[in-house]
């Protein structure tokens, strides 16, 4: 949508791709768009490297991606969470770049919408040159004609995404250009390298296929698990809570279960040696809430997310992940740097 925001009402030319994986329900997405004058053609059709807008739709990526990768001291990055944007930086170390905060998912449930309406608003918030009547009007004509009955609701969540942010990317825009500040900010300032090189490392260590540890043959035994795939960010602000004093252990939950959530170990039930329901893992869980519908007992109830404090999470789930071998993240990620080698002029009906 925002590459065709772009292109139709902009007056820009636009490209937009996506790089991911499984096309599972909670696997991670890389979107990117770049948009330049309607006299510049774009002929780079590789990943954004160093972006202007940063959009991040649900913070758990900042633990397991990096996503904050190529992040300048010009970016502009939003945020879905809860937390300020002081809180933020400090949990996940944001050094670079200006971050704007929003509850996304809390606009998305008041105004009955879905997160990606209310972070389109808030991209065109802090974009600086996007009007709100622009992205409600692309609002209305994708949205509207698919799904007219919703077209209400998820205007709401543009328009709210798009003022939660607007004022804060305005008052900054204003100090960036009163005189005097930008002299004064850059005497006192660090580079980006030595604000990073003063917090501590948090990044990830990498692992790689290589003669030493790759499989017999070259084979990834397990291509496309979800062994170390955190679900949780495809939730949409409810889940479901385990009352085990309701549990018959009947199994209905784990056979309905898409993702195997369900931790069953040996126990005994009414005196009686059996395997015993203990629960759910959270970190696997993507909040479709099957297991509420068929629960004949109602022991698994919906509950929101916001207010359960203490969610299990086995980070991954260890006794899946083999000792020998270093497990590499698999996915859509064979994207090069490119430009194309084509020098003629593009013109309606054919080139020249």
């Known amino acids: 949508m925002l590459g065709k925001l772009g292109a139709l009402f902009l007056d820009l030319n636009a490209s937009s791709f996506s790089s991911y994986g499984s096309e599972k329900r909670g696997s991670p997405v890389k979107a990117f768009i770049r948009w330049c004058g309607g006299d510049k053609p774009v002929r780079i059709n590789s990943p954004v490297v160093s972006p202007h807008i940063l959009a991040i739709f649900h913070e758990g990526l900042l633990s397991t991606y990096p996503v904050l990768d190529g992040v300048t001291q010009d970016t502009r990055i939003v945020l879905a969470t809860s937390l300020s944007e002081k809180e933020a930086k400090t949990r996940y170390h944001i050094t670079a770049g200006t971050l704007f905060c929003l509850d996304a998912l809390k606009i998305a449930m008041e105004t009955k919408s879905r997160i990606n309406m209310v972070m389109l608003g808030a991209i065109a918030g802090i974009s600086g040159f996007v009007p709100l009547d622009v992205a409600e009007t692309l609002c209305r004509d994708t949205i509207g004609k698919k799904y007219p009955a919703l077209i209400d609701a998820n205007l709401a969540g543009v328009r709210q995404g798009f003022h939660a942010v607007s004022e804060a990317a305005e008052q900054t825009a204003s100090d960036e250009k009163a005189p005097g500040c930008a002299s004064q900010a850059d005497s006192s300032r660090t580079s980006p390298e030595e604000d990073i090189a003063a917090q501590p490392d948090t990044r990830q260590e990498q692992y790689f296929w290589g003669y030493e540890n790759a499989p017999i043959g070259g084979?990834?035994?397990?291509?496309?698990?979800?062994?170390?795939?955190?679900?949780?960010?495809?939730?949409?602000?409810?889940?479901?809570?385990?009352?085990?004093?309701?549990?018959?252990?009947?199994?209905?939950?784990?056979?309905?279960?898409?993702?195997?959530?369900?931790?069953?170990?040996?126990?005994?039930?009414?005196?009686?040696?059996?395997?015993?329901?203990?629960?759910?893992?959270?970190?696997?869980?993507?909040?479709?809430?099957?297991?509420?519908?068929?629960?004949?007992?109602?022991?698994?109830?919906?509950?929101?997310?916001?207010?359960?404090?203490?969610?299990?999470?086995?980070?991954?789930?260890?006794?899946?992940?083999?000792?020998?071998?270093?497990?590499?993240?698999?996915?859509?990620?064979?994207w090069i740097t490119s430009e194309s080698f084509l020098d003629e002029k593009r013109m309606d009906g054919g080139v020249s």
């Open 219 to 334: 084979i990834n035994p397990r291509i496309g698990s979800t062994v170390s795939n955190n679900l949780s960010p495809s939730r949409e602000g409810n889940v479901p809570l385990f009352l085990q004093e309701r549990c018959i252990n009947c199994g209905l939950c784990d056979s309905t279960c898409p993702d195997q959530v369900f931790q069953f170990s040996p126990g005994i039930y009414k005196g009686r040696e059996t395997m015993v329901n203990n629960g759910l893992d959270y970190y696997h869980c993507k909040g479709c809430m099957r297991c509420v519908e068929i629960c004949p007992t109602n022991a698994l109830v919906e509950a929101l997310e916001a207010e359960q404090k203490e969610l299990l999470h086995f980070l991954p789930n260890q006794d899946l992940l083999p000792d020998s071998i270093q497990y590499e993240k698999t996915g859509a990620n064979s």
